[in-house]
């Protein structure tokens, strides 16, 4: 495993991170606990993942209290992210699917977030807290910057960011974050969905800002797990994608292959779609959904495979500016080619 150094410190963060969201509720069809934590174990033990990112709302809790459970031993050597924002306090259980709860971003829900988040972690402090899903209002209010740094003075959080979402977008909103101050911005990029990151990429470069990446295998499309003729359970967030959105991103990974940008030899198709991101040295890490031991092996070699050189990154930025990113907004047949938000 490579690790990558947070801005401002000397902490080393595995450049590949795992999405405690796959473990903590049922949208990737995990529904074995038991399997949950030795997808988390093996991750740090087996592979040196050390970046965990999770919520306060995985689970109404749960997605912070399994790493404790699990990971609680080795707290000195993990970094843990997470977020706060949506009431879960307010609203328990009220949570229907991928539906969003209210968000509460008073100084008060702020204070109860952080240390209800620290009891479930079983830890004085968290490394990255970052705000879940905020809109322009609430990265341009001052009160919650002021609350986090209260608390990071109070040694509570270490740092502080935002995590945008839930679905694709967020441009401007990640730029006013960078300018008010918040030490990272976590956004969805991936070779089937370029915006807006590649205008984030750019601005993290020029301005030595610092992105966070999910979503790298485009919900399986990636990562090989995304069969055609195969039917998602209702609880699977991938079954909500539309067929049309699929099928055009299944014509553009055949169109990568007949180009040669991978054959399994020198990396696979998912290690493949994690060093598009990583090629930029302004991404702290990239954050897999990982739901099985075989995926969490081949993610988590991605650090041993060759980085992508520079031709080849721009094979696959030339791919979506000369057109295929207009396939994927195009409907095959009658219905919406508009992928469903992921509520992460």
Known sequence: ??????????????EIGFGVWTVATHW??????????????????????????????????????????TLGSVRDKIFIATKFGYDIYQHPGE???????????????????????LKRLGTDYIDYYQLHNPRMDAIQNDEILESLEQLKSQGK?????????PDLGWRNESLEAW??????????????EQEPARDLLQVAEEQAKTLIIRIPHASGLLDGTYDPDKHFGKSDHRAHRPVD??????????????KGLFDG???????????FSLYHPSVLSVIPNITSE???????????????????????????????????????????????????
């Open 179 to 192: 300018n008010k101050g918040y030490e990272a911005v976590q956004v969805i990029n991936n070779i089937l």
């Open 265 to 275: 030899s020198n990396r696979t198709l998912a290690q493949l779609a994690i060093q």
């Open 95 to 117: 949570r229907k699917g991928h539906t969003e709860l209210p968000q509460n971003w008073s100084k008060k829900h702020i204070v109860t977030a952080c240390e209800q988040s």
């Open 294 to 344: 075989e995926n969490l092996e081949e993610f988590a070699l991605t650090s041993e495979t060759v980085p992508l050189s520079k031709e080849e990154h721009e094979q696959m930025e030339l791919l979506w500016v000369n057109g295929y990113n207009e396939r994927l907004k195009q409907p095959l047949s009658d219905s919406s080619s508009k992928p469903t938000p992921v509520h992460q």
């Open 1 to 14: 495993m490579k690790y990558r150094k947070f801005p401002g410190t000397d902490s080393l963060v595995s």
């Open 245 to 258: 959105w699929m099928r055009a991103g299944n014509e553009v990974v055949n169109e990568m292959k007949n």
């Open 28 to 69: 990737w069809g995990i529904t074995d606990r038991s399997l949950g934590k030795k997808l988390l174990q093996s991750a740090y033990e087996d592979f040196g993942i050390t970046f965990f990112d999770t919520a306060d709302v995985y689970g109404d809790g749960y997605g912070e209290k399994i790493i404790a459970e």
């Open 157 to 165: 959080i270490r740092h502080y960011g935002v995590a945008m979402g």
